[in-house]
């Protein structure tokens, strides 16, 4: 089925309507009440521990993107400014007085350190045919680090369902999560307009296939450990149950925009590949304790 076209009066539409419809979460909207810290905490605390850094990284997302896209146009610039940052540093803030709250040291996001693969392709990207590249690798990460958050904060939600801890997940995850496919819907819509806009020619698209695959990194992983905290993630998550299930699942736009033409290919090996490595992490600092959520 050919997919619809999408204009960019369309994407600007999306962008302005995610502003209005979904403003910011106030911390005083939330309901923090945990009726079993010790047990949400031993069962849920590195999750919440993780996703509030990487939510409170948001402004060095951002200075990345300002890295790789010197000329980023006036849609980006109103998406990540003015709806994306303020919602996500939100969600951060709130999850981290959640894990205060639970006994938790605070959060310790790193806001400005910006990694030299990044700076290095920043340097290229001020020859616009690199930038184009660079403008389709970030809405591809943000596709896939979007949807890894959806499924995340649902697997959390009804964990916390089942602990009996309802204002958390009604009142904490619930709206986090709601916001978060209007963030993966942007980057899907604006990563398909571009390809089919045609802005990039196929030496590019080579290009971008070949950086891709060697710069692919799991939502949070940027410094040597992180990967075994990702891995504990998805592992009390129950995610390690099917992890060829989930790699199919955040990687489902680049696969069918970057990787249209490889027929019989479900999952792009290096996003497994990543995801494996997590796990083995995980289970290698944790060889007792590695185990998934269970659904009793």
């Known amino acids: 089925m050919a997919r619809a076209t999408v204009t960019p009066e369309q994407l600007r539409a999306h962008v302005l309507q995610l502003g ?6 106030s911390l005083d909207s939330v309901d923090r009440t945990v009726h079993d810290p ?22 060095r997302n951002v200075l990345e993107l300002l890295t790789l896209l010197p000329e980023v146009d006036a849609t980006d610039r109103i998406f990540f400014a003015d709806v994306w940052q303020p919602q996500e540093i939100q969600h951060g803030l709130i999850l981290d007085r959640l894990q205060q709250d639970l006994g938790m040291p605070a959060a310790e996001p790193n806001t400005t350190v910006i990694s030299p693969k990044i700076r290095l392709l920043g340097a290229l990207s001020h020859l616009r045919p690199v930038q184009e590249v660079a403008r389709l690798l970030y ?13 995340a904060y649902n697997r959390l939600s009804e964990g916390l369902e089942r602990m009996d801890e309802r204002a958390v997940a009604r009142t904490v995850v619930a709206p986090i999560k709601q916001q978060e496919p209007g ?4 980057y899907r819509l604006a990563a398909t307009q571009m390809m089919q806009s ?18 692919f990194a799991l939502v949070g992983v940027n410094r040597p450990g992180q990967d075994a ?30 990787w249209a033409g490889q027929k019989g290919m479900e999952v792009p090996g290096y996003v497994l590949a990543a995801l494996k490595d997590a796990v083995a992490a995980y289970r290698e600092r944790h060889p007792a304790g590695a185990g998934g959520l269970t659904t009793a």
Do not use: C, M, N
């Open 229 to 258: 905290d990702y891995g504990r993630v998805v592992s009390t998550l129950g995610i390690d149950d099917d992890l060829e299930g989930f790699a199919r699942d955040i990687s489902r736009v680049e696969r069918e925009l970057l």
């Open 139 to 151: 809405y591809l990460t943000g596709a896939a680090t979007e949807r890894s958050a959806v499924l």
């Open 20 to 25: 209005e419809k979904h403003p910011p979460i």
């Open 183 to 186: 963030h993966f819907a942007y």
């Open 38 to 59: 010790r047990g949400v905490r031993e069962t849920f605390g590195p999750v919440i521990g993780y996703l509030s850094r990487v939510e409170l990284e948001v402004d």
């Open 198 to 215: 045609g802005a990039l020619r196929p030496w590019q698209l080579r290009l971008a296939r070949v950086l891709r695959r060697q710069s």
